[in-house]
């Protein structure tokens, strides 16, 4: 893999949770890093959740090595919210595959 590879801008965020006015926990999401990825589309599919069709899209980022990465993260790329499900190293700590879902509920 080349750097030049890393060719789309993606943000990375992390969750806070805080306590709202009346009491509830609440989920505040901010941005930890914005960093180049390489971007590629895996599977996909749809299933009902709740009542509401939910297209699903498994989608893998690529990006420089960042040990503070985890999978109660979110990447957002171009606009679109992806939840982490899994963080693999690859070579050597030099990049991480960040493998997330897309959900689309209609």
Do not use: P
Not at 73 to 83: E, K
């Amino acid at each position: 893999m080349q750097l030049g590879d890393l060719d789309r801008r993606v943000r990375i965020e992390q969750c806070t949770w805080v306590t709202d006015s009346v009491g509830q926990r609440v989920a505040v999401w901010s941005t930890l890093a914005t960093v180049w990825a390489k971007v590629s589309y895996e599977s996909g599919g749809e299933r009902y959740e709740a009542d509401q069709k939910v297209a699903e899209r498994i989608v893998k980022f690529i990006v420089r090595y960042n040990s503070s990465l985890n999978e109660t993260m979110r990447v957002v790329y171009d606009g679109v919210v992806h939840d982490v499900l899994a963080i693999e190293e690859v070579d050597r700590e030099r990049y991480q595959v960040l493998r997330s879902i897309r959900k689309d509920r209609s």
